[in-house]
């Protein structure tokens, strides 16, 4: 236990420091890109890892953040604040809208919708020029600023998401911990048990949708914010797999999961960057690799840690019966 | 009182009447036991009157209340209680965390950081000392054995806020050795000193007439026989329903 | 108009072929297999590759291009979906995304981005069918190979040893191994059908239209969708529910708007999808 905490401070130590000791700025770049990810890992972590359901629609709904927050700033010079807090609602919003009729849908059939309200709002953002700059973006998106200083340089972009990364996952971290997360806990483990002793199911699956698209949507704003140029590509069914992936890696149904699976997934995303074609093919392959070696192939359960995973017989018995 | 009534309850699946027309009423504070063949609808039964099936027609009514069209979760919250007949808990979830989870008030109570020292700390405490299982409560529900697992069961029923004031049971003693039937025979008598009411699901007949006040009989989803215990064993349509049914332990 | 029509049964046989296969393999075999795609897409660019580098004849093309695509289906059904057997809907489901997203890059950057077209004197001949409508002669061919490919499957399905083996495991899966199906050969045998008539369609396609990397995805979501709604029906349905979805794709887009194609027709399918939220594997499971 005091093990877990002390690799928990040094690393918060690290990344408090971590500008003064780099070279360049590249890798402040790094984890800055990092942090982004780790958010809406975190908020794909309490449906997958937490309610055992899988959504499609984490880079739609970040997108959503992402283009609301920069038209406000834009056009009406909406402060930060504002414009943030209005992104994040009507994110949980249209979430809970679709939510709704999700909630009658099982298993794959989850994936499926979800997966389609990723694809139609990706169409809806490359065509609704207006409001996406289309296939082109929205450039001149500002920088974040609070209380009238803004934040333009890299370095003190770096410390500002910091600081809403922490805020944001120590957010996680309440719920996770509350009767909320632990009721969420109870509908993946057993739904009717869980009805039983008298839990709503759908509230719940429709707090948690909101709340993690909602989640999903300030890391899609703080991107908008970093980056100064968004556009649909940032939000296509690509990224919801990236998220997918970072959650899948690092350990779903655990709190600090996501936020590994985050930087491992973000280097690997980052050192391919520059082969097109090679980096999806990648997610391809990893895809299947990942669904393989799953223990049963439980998406939602966590993954044993690495090393046991690595000595798995599954792997050895697929490598054998191959080479039969 | 009638605390629960079951009135007129039909219920067909596909071309099969599971239920048939049936009726009966159980009385608060007492122990009443539902037996008959497999298959003569006593789970189907618990299904219609906790929520999770609706009937074709019929009504249940709970403290006067109609409750037919409830959700179940609902019904769970009014004070109703029930085990399954395969034991349902949580598999990597804590015996703690079960009922931490159970002991929250699903409609009024929301806690974010759960002191030792809180109330619902203290229930639970509570109940796991009365039932002799403290040394579970950090363990997870899938390394326990099944009689530990069905007492964990009966814990995350008592432990329900609110207070559930009848319990429905679904076979609570099979796959159990005789020493924990008597373990449970003992809890089920000192809830009933408590102002429980129970409606179990047997198939241990000795257990039945041990612990039961009122015994009603099923076969192929109709009500064939009720009485107390010593009446219900001489009736000719028990033993014939039963004729053919390997007793079972 | 009436050409507008006569151009959507057209894609909608392609469309059907896809979805008859599909129903085959998501029914039968139980493999939520959204990789359907891939295969569409592999064949058509290998149909390319043989006869722009090989110089090797049409018909002889299309042969060889199908087989390879059912050889390489199963491979993958042997080596992938057959490890995860009885592991959840949604495990498989991602798998079989990632392999069309495998499938989709490996043509892309086999082949890179830009589209490839089949030099095929066929698609240049265009005759007057009847009241203003024309097709190119392959289209008629293509036409008529899909009407014969349905043909000859039904024929299978209904009268040979196996094809019924194939319609009882299609009906009910538990039921058909109590009486010894082997249902391991029957899923490998479906999948395998399924890919052919996958490879079939992507050829053709391959050799009428224009091949991209990319051509597999829609194609997929939509043959996905239609066998869903579709639910466990009859096959002659599935044919008769793509075409008519052709038709009305294409209508769509010649008269509605061609911009938000996409979004009308995903925006639809989800909509059904929604209220229709049964398993694939289901008639509607009584709770508790």
Same mark, same amino acid.
């Given at each position: 236990?005091?093990?877990?905490?002390?690799?928990?401070?040094?690393?918060?130590?690290?990344?408090?420091?971590?500008?003064?000791?780099?070279?360049?700025?590249?890798?402040?770049?790094?984890?800055?890109?990092?942090?982004?990810?780790?958010?809406?890992?975190?908020?794909?972590?309490?449906?997958?890892?937490?309610?055992?359901?899988?959504?499609?629609?984490?880079?739609?709904?970040?997108?959503?953040?992402?283009?609301?927050?920069?038209?406000?700033?834009?056009?009406?010079?909406?402060?930060?604040?504002?414009?943030?807090?209005?992104?994040?609602?009507?994110?949980?919003?249209?979430?809970?809208?679709?939510?709704?009729?999700?909630?009658?849908?099982?298993?794959?059939?989850?994936?499926?919708?979800?997966?389609?309200?990723?694809?139609?709002?990706?169409?809806?953002?490359?065509?609704?020029?207006?409001?996406?700059?289309?296939?082109?973006?929205?450039?001149?998106?500002?920088?974040?600023? $609070? =209380?009238?200083? #803004?934040? *333009?340089?890299?370095?003190?972009?770096?410390?500002?998401? @910091? +600081?809403?990364?922490?805020?944001? %996952?120590?957010?996680?971290?309440?719920?996770?911990?509350?009767?909320?997360?632990?009721?969420?806990?109870?509908?993946?483990?057993?739904?009717?048990?869980?009805?039983?002793?008298?839990?709503?199911?759908?509230?719940?699956? $429709? =707090?948690?949708? #909101?709340? *993690?698209?909602?989640?999903?949507?300030?890391?899609?704003? @703080? +991107?908008?914010?970093?980056?100064? %140029?968004?556009?649909?590509?940032?939000?296509?069914?690509?990224?919801?797999?990236?998220?997918?992936?970072?959650?899948?890696?690092?350990?779903?149904?655990?709190?600090?999961?996501?936020?590994?699976?985050?930087?491992?997934?973000?280097?690997?995303?980052?050192?391919?960057?520059?082969?097109?074609?090679?980096?999806?093919? @990648?997610?391809?392959?990893?895809?299947?690799?990942?669904?393989?070696?799953?223990?049963?192939?439980?998406?939602?359960?966590?993954?044993?840690?690495?090393?046991?995973?690595?000595?798995?017989?599954?792997?050895?018995?697929?490598?054998?019966?191959?080479?039969? | 009182?009638?605390?629960?009534?079951?009135?007129?309850?039909?219920?067909?699946?596909?071309?099969?009447?599971?239920?048939?027309?049936?009726?009966?009423?159980?009385?608060?504070?007492?122990?009443?036991?539902?037996?008959?063949?497999?298959?003569?609808?006593?789970?189907?039964?618990?299904?219609?009157?906790?929520?999770?099936?609706?009937?074709?027609?019929?009504?249940?009514?709970?403290?006067?209340?109609?409750?037919?069209?409830?959700?179940?979760?609902?019904?769970?919250?009014?004070?109703?209680?029930?085990?399954?007949?395969?034991?349902?808990?949580?598999?990597?979830?804590?015996?703690?965390?079960?009922?931490?989870?159970?002991?929250?008030?699903?409609?009024?109570?929301?806690?974010?950081?759960?002191?030792?020292?809180?109330?619902?700390?203290?229930?639970?405490?509570?109940?796991?000392?009365?039932?002799?299982?403290?040394?579970?409560?950090?363990?997870?529900?899938?390394?326990?054995?099944?009689?530990?697992?069905?007492?964990?069961?009966?814990?995350?029923?008592?432990?329900?806020?609110?207070?559930?004031?009848?319990?429905?049971?679904?076979?609570?003693?099979?796959?159990?050795?005789?020493?924990?039937?008597?373990?449970?025979?003992?809890?089920?008598?000192?809830?009933?000193?408590?102002?429980?009411?129970?409606?179990?699901?047997?198939?241990?007949?000795?257990?039945?007439?041990?612990?039961?006040?009122?015994?009603?009989?099923?076969?192929?989803?109709?009500?064939?026989?009720?009485?107390?215990?010593?009446?219900?064993?001489?009736?000719?349509?028990?033993?014939?329903?039963?004729?053919?049914?390997?007793?079972?332990? | 108009?009436?050409?507008?029509?006569?151009?959507?049964?057209?894609?909608?046989?392609?469309?059907?072929?896809?979805?008859?296969?599909?129903?085959?393999?998501?029914?039968?075999?139980?493999?939520?297999?959204?990789?359907?795609?891939?295969?569409?897409?592999?064949?058509?660019?290998?149909?390319?590759?043989?006869?722009?580098?090989?110089?090797?004849?049409?018909?002889?093309?299309?042969?060889?291009?199908?087989?390879?695509?059912?050889?390489?289906?199963?491979?993958?059904?042997?080596?992938?979906?057959?490890?995860?057997?009885?592991?959840?809907?949604?495990?498989?489901?991602?798998?079989?995304?990632?392999?069309?997203?495998?499938?989709?890059?490996?043509?892309?950057?086999?082949?890179?981005?830009?589209?490839?077209?089949?030099?095929?004197?066929?698609?240049?001949?265009?005759?007057?069918?009847?009241?203003?409508?024309?097709?190119?002669?392959?289209?008629?061919?293509?036409?008529?190979?899909?009407?014969?490919?349905?043909?000859?499957?039904?024929?299978?399905?209904?009268?040979?040893?196996?094809?019924?083996?194939?319609?009882?495991?299609?009906?009910?899966?538990?039921?058909?191994?109590?009486?010894?199906?082997?249902?391991?050969?029957?899923?490998?045998?479906?999948?395998?059908?399924?890919?052919?008539?996958?490879?079939?369609?992507?050829?053709?396609?391959?050799?009428?239209?224009?091949?991209?990397?990319?051509?597999?995805?829609?194609?997929?979501?939509?043959?996905?969708?239609?066998?869903?709604?579709?639910?466990?029906?009859?096959?002659?349905?599935?044919?008769?529910?793509?075409?008519?979805?052709?038709?009305?794709?294409?209508?769509?887009?010649?008269?509605?708007?061609?911009?938000?194609?996409?979004?009308?027709?995903?925006?639809?399918?989800?909509?059904?999808?929604?209220?229709?939220?049964?398993?694939?594997?289901?008639?509607?499971?009584?709770?508790?």
């Amino acid at each position: 236990m005091k093990l877990k905490y002390i690799i928990i401070g040094v690393v918060m130590l690290l990344t408090a420091f971590f500008p003064f000791f780099t070279p360049n700025n590249y890798y402040l770049h790094l984890i800055i890109m990092i942090m982004i990810y780790s958010v809406s890992a975190a908020g794909l972590n309490l449906m997958m890892g937490y309610l055992g359901l899988l959504p499609l629609s984490v880079a739609a709904f970040a997108g959503i953040g992402a283009f609301t927050s920069a038209n406000l700033m834009i056009r009406y010079n909406t402060p930060f604040l504002i414009a943030l807090l209005a992104a994040v609602l009507l994110a949980a919003v249209v979430a809970a809208s679709i939510a709704v009729p999700l909630l009658r849908t099982r298993g794959i059939f989850y994936v499926i919708g979800t997966m389609f309200f990723q694809l139609i709002t990706y169409e809806l953002f490359l065509n609704l020029v207006e409001i996406t700059g289309g296939s082109i973006g929205l450039r001149g998106v500002p920088k974040p600023e $609070l =209380f009238g200083y #803004s934040f *333009s340089s890299i370095l003190e972009l770096y410390y500002f998401i @910091l +600081l809403m990364t922490v805020a944001t %996952h120590s957010t996680i971290y309440l719920i996770v911990k509350s009767d909320f997360g632990r009721s969420l806990l109870a509908i993946k483990e057993n739904e009717v048990k869980a009805i039983s002793l008298g839990l709503n199911p759908y509230t719940h699956k $429709l =707090f948690s949708f #909101s709340i *993690s698209m909602a989640i999903a949507a300030i890391s899609g704003a @703080l +991107l908008a914010h970093y980056l100064s %140029h968004i556009s649909a590509e940032n939000f296509s069914l690509l990224q919801s797999i990236d998220v997918f992936l970072m959650v899948t890696i690092g350990g779903p149904g655990t709190f600090y999961g996501p936020i590994a699976g985050a930087v491992i997934w973000t280097i690997v995303m980052e050192v391919l960057l520059s082969f097109r074609g090679l980096r999806e093919l @990648l997610y391809g392959v990893v895809l299947v690799i990942l669904m393989l070696i799953i223990p049963k192939g439980a998406i939602g359960f966590p993954m044993m840690n690495m090393r046991k995973m690595l000595r798995t017989l599954p792997i050895r018995k697929f490598v054998s019966a191959i080479f039969k | 009182m009638e605390i629960l009534n079951v009135l007129n309850i039909n219920k067909s699946f596909g071309g099969i009447k599971a239920v048939n027309n049936l009726s009966f009423a159980v009385e608060q504070n007492t122990i009443t036991g539902l037996i008959g063949p497999n298959g003569a609808g006593k789970t189907v039964t618990f299904d219609i009157i906790t929520g999770f099936t609706k009937p074709d027609s019929g009504k249940v009514l709970f403290k006067k209340q109609d409750i037919t069209n409830k959700q179940p979760f609902e019904i769970a919250r009014m004070g109703i209680g029930r085990s399954f007949q395969l034991v349902k808990l949580f598999p990597q979830m804590r015996v703690l965390d079960v009922l931490l989870f159970s002991s929250q008030n699903k409609l009024l109570q929301h806690e974010f950081r759960l002191s030792p020292k809180s109330g619902r700390f203290k229930a639970i405490e509570n109940i796991l000392t009365s039932l002799n299982i403290e040394n579970l409560r950090d363990k997870i529900c899938g390394e326990l054995s099944y009689g530990e697992q069905k007492l964990v069961e009966v814990a995350s029923l008592l432990v329900m806020q609110p207070t559930p004031e009848i319990l429905l049971f679904d076979e609570p003693t099979s796959g159990l050795s005789e020493s924990e039937i008597n373990n449970i025979i003992n809890i089920f008598q000192k809830l009933r000193e408590r102002n429980f009411t129970f409606l179990i699901i047997e198939h241990n007949m000795s257990f039945i007439m041990n612990i039961c006040d009122k015994i009603i009989v099923l076969n192929y989803g109709s009500k064939i026989a009720e009485g107390k215990p010593q009446e219900i064993k001489q009736k000719k349509e028990v033993l014939e329903a039963y004729l053919g049914e390997s007793e079972n332990a | 108009m009436l050409q507008a029509v006569v151009n959507g049964v057209v894609n909608g046989g392609l469309l059907a072929l896809m979805t008859l296969g599909l129903s085959l393999i998501i029914n039968t075999s139980r493999i939520p297999n959204f990789a359907h795609g891939g295969f569409f897409t592999w064949s058509a660019f290998i149909t390319y590759n043989l006869i722009t580098v090989y110089q090797i004849d049409m018909a002889a093309a299309v042969i060889l291009s199908v087989l390879s695509i059912t050889a390489i289906g199963i491979a993958v059904e042997r080596t992938i979906f057959r490890f995860l057997r009885g592991a959840r809907e949604e495990t498989i489901f991602v798998a079989a995304t990632g392999l069309l997203i495998a499938f989709t890059n490996g043509a892309l950057i086999l082949w890179g981005d830009w589209p490839r077209v089949i030099p095929n004197p066929l698609s240049n001949t265009v005759i007057d069918v009847f009241g203003g409508v024309s097709l190119t002669i392959f289209r008629l061919i293509m036409l008529g190979t899909v009407a014969a490919t349905v043909i000859v499957v039904s024929i299978f399905l209904k009268y040979t040893k196996m094809g019924k083996a194939i319609r009882a495991v299609y009906q009910d899966a538990t039921f058909s191994r109590l009486v010894g199906i082997d249902s391991d050969r029957i899923i490998l045998l479906t999948f395998a059908i399924g890919t052919f008539m996958a490879g079939l369609a992507g050829s053709l396609a391959g050799l009428e239209f224009a091949i991209s990397f990319d051509m597999g995805i829609p194609i997929t979501i939509k043959a996905f969708l239609l066998v869903i709604i579709g639910g466990t029906g009859n096959l002659l349905g599935t044919v008769i529910a793509a075409i008519v979805f052709g038709v009305v794709d294409s209508l769509t887009i010649t008269y509605i708007t061609s911009i938000y194609n996409n979004a009308v027709v995903f925006t639809v399918m989800m909509l059904i999808l929604l209220i229709r939220p049964h398993g694939i594997f289901g008639r509607e499971v009584r709770r508790s």
